[in-house]
């Protein structure tokens, strides 16, 4: 439903996904399922032309993530733009690309903070659960980040796998100077929600997690900050995701197509545009994408008479789509859900071993490939066909998505 212009607030929070190449395959990674529909990438000055009109509509925190955004050689001529037009800038790096000459490259250029991410604390499962060899790289960018005076911000997301390692996590976070410290259960959304029957703790893990986690805060207190993020499937109130669809968020996809959400690309019936055809100002204020579940006035029961739905905004659209097929329904986290029992079903499930004994699917293009292809044969299970696009198609290059 269309509102007005005059009620919308601003974005404030632009995360541009500049590259979607990878060297990692994370299990649990967001980007979608079919990225590898995407033909190209935009180009340094139309990410320049983003960030100006960005900055223009009041946007002030940037995200640069992808994908792997050391990967683009312009990454530092995009932070010096970013950096002259007063964007607080963010760095989301797995670590890989990451040199001494590049980091000071960086920091010349004006950015002002890097996130770097963990798989685990050992190199075995690290290296097995991002599909590549990097644990002593990642140490070695943890000491560049510290030499170059960066607070050590590392993120680790937290699944059936790693989590039982958490106290060699936060002991290794110790050792290496964090400062913040982002333990973030996986959400399932796109390559994690393919892989939640093998991914979801149980709650005996997770339980236990959180008390090494308090353990740990209770000694260091201020001087190693912990977050540590529940999954949904664990609550019975839905998150006001994104904090309000079209609300202070906008992804940026590497390909130009704008986005209230990470995943909101896989929601039928929804046209979302691309930076190439239309203004980033327009596509925020008036695009039928962004309008479509601003405000309440889109909810039916039993969001519609709910007096919580002014502090929740009935959840997540895209959670709502994956289980029920309907992006208009309650979040089925919420308790008051007719669909609650999905989420239950799979938290049931998480206990028994014979659930997550399928092979794990690692986030790669040939993959992204594949479900595409086994998508438009008609072999894939509806739950797993709704984490695509109707209509994606892979793109003709082959060997590797998204070149510029
Ligand atoms: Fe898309 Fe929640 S992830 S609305």
């Known amino acids: 439903m269309k509102q007005n212009n005059s009620k919308i607030n601003p974005p404030l929070w632009l995360l541009a996904e500049i590259t979607y190449r990878c060297p990692l395959s994370c ?12 033909h190209s990438e935009l180009t340094t000055s139309e990410w320049i032309k983003v960030l100006r009109e960005g900055r223009k509509m009041g946007a002030a925190q940037l995200g640069l993530s992808g994908g792997e955004p050391l990967l683009r050689n312009d ?46 604390s050992t190199k075995e499962m690290n290296d ?29 997301v937290l699944h059936r796998l790693n989590i039982d390692h958490i106290e060699e996590i936060l002991k290794m976070a110790e050792s290496m100077g964090a400062e913040f410290v982002e333990l973030a259960n996986t959400q399932f959304y796109s390559w994690g929600m393919l892989n939640r029957d093998q991914l979801l703790p149980t709650e005996k893990q997770l339980k236990n997690a959180e008390k090494i986690t308090h353990k740990f805060r209770d000694r260091l207190g201020n001087k190693m900050k912990l977050f540590f993020i ?37 929601l039928p019936g929804i046209e979302f545009e691309s930076v190439k055809n239309k203004s980033l ?15 309440d006035d889109w909810m039916k029961e039993p969001c519609r008479s709910c007096p919580e739905k002014e502090n929740d905004l009935g959840g997540c659209r895209c959670q709502a789509f994956m289980l029920t097929g309907d992006a208009n329904e309650a979040d089925p986290v919420c ?27 690692f986030r790669t293009d040939k993959d992204s490939r594949e ?15 709704r984490l695509l696009e109707k209509h994606s198609k892979p793109s003709k290059n082959k060997s590797r998505v998204g070149v510029v």
């Open 335 to 361: 308790d008051k859900s007719p669909y609650h029992h999905k989420i239950n079903e799979a938290v049931i499930a998480s206990q028994k071993p014979k659930n997550f004994e399928k092979p794990i699917v």
């Open 281 to 295: 100002n327009w596509i925020w204020y008036e695009s039928p994408g962004f309008n479509k579940f601003r405000g």
């Open 128 to 156: 097995f659960l991002s599909s590549t060899k990097t644990f002593d790289l990642k140490k070695r960018v943890a000491n560049l980040i510290k030499k170059y005076d960066y607070p050590m911000v590392l993120n680790c």
């Open 75 to 120: 990454l530092e001529e995009i932070v010096s733009e970013a950096h002259k037009l007063g964007y607080y800038i963010n760095l989301i790096t797995s670590g890989i690309g990451m040199t001494e000459k590049r980091i000071k490259a960086l920091k010349k250029a004006g950015l002002d903070h890097i996130q770097l991410s963990f798989q685990d």
């Open 27 to 38: 299990v649990f990674c967001y980007n979608p399922v079919d990225y590898a529909k995407q």
């Open 371 to 385: 479900i595409m292809h086994k998508r438009d044969k008609g072999q894939l299970e509806l739950k797993t066909s």
């Open 230 to 266: 529940m999954p949904d499937y664990y609550s019975v109130r839905p998150k006001k995701c994104m904090n309000g669809w079209g609300n202070v968020f906008v992804t940026v996809q590497a390909d130009g197509t704008v986005l209230p959400c990470h995943v909101a690309s896989m």
